[in-house]
């Protein structure tokens, strides 16, 4: 190469060191997330395998019986049933309007009014295809819905999807991305631009450009790897892009920042079981589910959600 040519490779790269965030921010202790001795304590004890765990403005917790089809909320260190059981529900976001959005794998995507426990079948098909059986979801700021279809898929046959809805009245559901080794739990990065999927099948995070993203060049890449359990269930971002994912037979919650550099793992205790499915963040704690005990948990932790993930 010419001196000339060295010199507009220097340039380019002098451009991208300026563009880029340090390399050093990508080194974390798990010590920046949680508080004080960073240790889990019990929340509740519930049944059914329990997934979907949800807490609305006033501190109530709400989660699923995937097992029982039962929608739970969480009464002293126990859980109540609302409303009839019904179906296998396995993800659920509260909506702006405070009705929980529940993907069913055999109801299809429903929503469910808290004060009377109500359900209401939103769709059971894209086009004139039946759901093979909906998994987790997420709500962007718009009111926009992606939420997984996994059954059927796994690391040799990589056929899942993920589905979006519009906000609009009258959308209908649309292929988001597809290909996929059972995608999983779902979230969106704290600028509403990417769309994380965990794919359980590959143990690893998938992030895909939102649609509210506008920038043609954007592309699908692996986000980050796990090590050990199986893979990745639910997730959830705080307010400064930081990625929690529940390593299902782990028995933890590993966090990642917004680049998908790891601060670390948060290991359930000695005696706790490792089925660690759902995870939400609300008033300065970090929530999991473990579904082989049925055990909501909690950690204090330094950081805050999103404002507009209800």
């Avoid at 296998?88 to 405070?98: H, T, V, Y």
Wanted: charged share 20%; hydrophobic share 40%; aromatic share 8%.
């Amino acid at each position: 190469m010419n001196k000339s040519g060295s010199l507009g490779v220097l340039g380019i790269l002098a451009g991208l060191a300026i563009a880029l965030p340090a390399a050093a921010e990508g080194r974390h202790t798990i010590g920046e997330i949680c508080t004080g001795d960073c240790k889990w304590e019990k929340v509740a004890t519930c049944e059914g395998f329990i997934e979907g765990i949800n807490v609305d403005d006033e501190g109530g917790i709400y989660v699923l019986g995937y097992m029982t089809g039962q929608i739970l909320k969480v009464e002293g260190e126990g859980c109540s049933q609302i409303g009839e059981a019904s179906g296998s529900p396995n993800g659920a976001k509260l909506d702006a309007d405070g009705n929980l959005i529940v993907t069913d794998r055999t109801g299809g995507l429903q929503k469910v009014d808290l004060e009377t426990g109500e359900r209401e079948v939103l769709h059971t098909m894209v086009g004139t295809a039946q759901f093979r059986g909906l998994n987790d979801l997420v709500i962007d700021s718009q009111g926009g819905m992606y939420f997984s279809e996994p059954y059927g898929s796994n690391v040799l046959n990589k056929v899942g999807k993920v589905y979006y809805l519009g906000p609009d009245e009258g959308a209908v559901p649309e292929v988001f991305a597809e290909g996929l080794a059972f995608p999983n739990g779902l979230a969106i990065s704290a600028n509403g631009l990417r769309v994380y999927i965990a794919e359980y099948g590959q143990n690893r995070v998938i992030s895909v450009p939102s649609k509210l993203e506008t920038n043609i060049h954007e592309t699908p890449f692996v986000f980050a790897r796990l090590v050990g359990g199986i893979g990745p269930d639910g997730m959830t971002v705080d307010s400064e892009g930081n990625l929690y994912a529940a390593h299902f037979q782990a028995g933890e919650v590993v966090v990642f920042d917004r680049l998908g550099f790891p601060y670390g793992a948060l290991p359930l205790p000695e005696g706790a079981q490792s089925f660690t499915t759902n995870v939400a963040i609300h008033d300065g704690y970090l929530y999991l589910t473990e579904a082989l005990q049925n055990v909501i948990w909690r950690m204090p932790i330094s950081k805050q959600k999103l404002k507009w993930d209800q």
